[in-house]
């Protein structure tokens, strides 16, 4: 049990019989009249402030009740706090007032006992911790002489965070030459309990101040001012407004600040700020005190009088004044008990206090005050649980339901056998990677954007077809060659491809093989003129297949880097995400150069002109051959080619020499024995095209490229299909248990490694666990609350 919990177990809120007192007077926490039900809702809020450790406390995300004493520098607040709580803190430089010193008292049945803590939310350089750290500072105290030492060496721990907190638990009581820091934010926490306590909940804070010292930090006075402003900004935060009596109340900060916060003076107990913080929604308690009324001038009391009548800066509360042991008295070591009757004979025996009204003197003296705040809080807390239970209650189903949903949006926290489960992450990534190697329905699947590419490379490579022209370069200006109509069916192509600048004239063909001729008889070309003209095709074929192949590789390696993080991303500080991609980048790079040499092969067979296609072929071969004859012929005779197409002896057409002769020509044919003719028979009696030879070597280097290409375009994404992205997921399991190391001797321990989870995540998610369960804790004592 930690010294806070031990702490806890022994509180509860007294009763009369406890006190030693009559029922009828209790005051505040200490009233025996307080209804059961109310005890309960003290008890429990109690129970709420100490939820969970000290350092993950429900207080830190719900507003409950507690008292903040604010004032000036010099003000008198830790003399007052040293009324209430009976102990005394360091005098030394001013070293209380520059951190927040929490206070939280609780009667018990057991002896007096102390214990002090340090509670961090911000780093040395000032930015908030991502996770609360509280510190237990020295063992249990049972002797009020060892709290003002403690809280000092507490003090200089906070004020100085780069160093251990044991070595100014440990070192010789004295103040370091400089301090790290001149005000913090974080905070030493006392927890006292006994039978001679109140019921109190409160914290000194460091005093407002308005400028700094030589070699001091500007930036301090905003430091000040935002640390107070946390504080009484809650709703159920009781402002205890200390003004000392012997400088100007209007040169006074604290109250102008307490009253933005609770500008109808509801929660405070004395002071006035508007004009630093502007103006804030009405809030509940406000008090106000009056501390040093011994140092008020000759003459001027009545100035003070009117605060104690509340005629002036009114609050609802009302105006208290005390006053404290002189610096004399202190030196002498005056006791808390004889403080507090030198304190009554000074307000019964001074003018003008003596004589002021009955209903004036109860806002005189610290007893009055202690009794006033413990009323106060007592009422808040019994207003807030009880009157607002529901509310309450809902506020805390709230945070429990977004706990509940930050912590299930984490990523999974990692498995107590991490063997196993790399195991399984690796199956689950595999059975992932091939379904989406194999293709997904979704329109950015890795298919999906491979086929672009795909279609892209074949319109490359049916962009390199010979642009053969059965006429001469001298004819280029004057003739052109149509689309060849037998082609349309089969490419489906935005526009002809053909007309890319390189035009191949049927006499430089001619020519071509006319100087290839060796022992050829004549009338017979070498293949190698058609394998010339092949070669000068596929030769261009490799920039289009590599290209192809760089494509689908980034477009794999995107959708592998994705996938990969999808399934290993949560997992990174282990480097298992980062091992993962190191080791498939390696292996795809061994695909890559396995598809890469394939595709070498491809391109190295088709140097070598060759098809067992010969029907596609030869009937490429014959619409070419007629295509370009067709063509030619139209421009050598072109009109009596089309003459003889367009005759019809049956057709009623004047007479002209062409019709007379076609009719002489047509009748004499059957007397010689031919029969069967048709007029465009008769351009067979033409003399022979000399480029003819040329004509057939076209023809058949054409027809091979339609053979070649079409298979050339459907291979080269087969093997890049079959080789890279199907080859991606052949043996890769074996591929990452090797390259992870898992199934080496050290398997287990590299496991472990891997899955460890990053530290940001690890403290998120022990920070929300350590949430939900306070927050749980606190449900649970609602549930058990009657009203």
Known sequence: MSASD?????????SASDLGVEQDVGVGLSDPHVAQSRRRMLDLVNRLHSTGKPSFRVQIDMDLPQIAVIGVQSAGKSSLIESISGITLPRAAGTCTRCPTECRLAYSNEPWKCNVSLRFITSPNGQPL??????????TMLDKREVEERIRRAQRAVLNPSTPAKEFLQGEDEDPSERQLTFSSNCVSLQISGRDVADLSFCDLPGLISSVGKGGNANDIELVKGLVTSYISKPSCIILSTVACETDFENQGAHHLAKLHDPTGKRTIGTSLTSIFGSYSDLECLLGVLTKPDRIPHGEEDR?????????EALENGWFCVKQPS????????????AREEENEWFSLTEPWMSLESNCQSHLRTENLTERLSVILSELIAKRPVSMLPEIHEELQNHLRKTEKQIQDLPKPPSDDPFSEVLHLIGAFTRSLSHHLEGTPSSDGLIQSIRPMQIKFQRAIRATAPDFRPYERSEADTRSLPEAS???NEEHFEAPLEDNGKEIFIDEVFDRAQFARTRELPDNYPFVVQK??????????REPSLNLFDAVQRTLNGHLKKLISEHFGQFGRGGLQQLVQVVLTEHLKKCGDQTKAQLNWLLEIESRPYTLNTHYYSDYKDKFLAFYRGSRESGLSGDLIRNLQSYDP??????????EGMAHIMSALPKVGITGTQAVDLAKLLPLDPMEPALAIIAGVRAYFQVAYKRFTDNIPLAIDQEFVKGVERDIEEVLYSGLKLNGPDGHKIARELVQEPSG???????????????????????????
Not at 6 to 14: I, R
Not at 327 to 338: C, P, Q
Not at 533 to 541: A, N
């Open 6 to 14: 031990e702490f806890l177990s022994d509180v509860h809120t007294p």
């Open 130 to 139: 991502d996770q609360v750290r509280n510190e237990a500072f020295g063992p």
């Open 304 to 312: 003070w009088l009117k605060y104690i009548r509340n005629d002036s």
């Open 327 to 338: 610096s004399k008295s202190l030196s002498a070591g005056i006791s808390w008990k004889e």
């Open 486 to 488: 037998f082609l349309e």
């Open 532 to 541: 010339g003209y092949i070669l000068d095709v596929t030769k261009q074929w």
């Open 650 to 659: 049956t057709s009623p057409q004047e007479s002209s020499p062409f019709q």
């Open 761 to 787: 995540i690890a403290t998120q998610r022990d920070q929300l666990q350590k949430k939900l369960a306070r927050l749980n804790t606190a449900r649970e004592e609602l549930l058990h609350v009657g009203i």
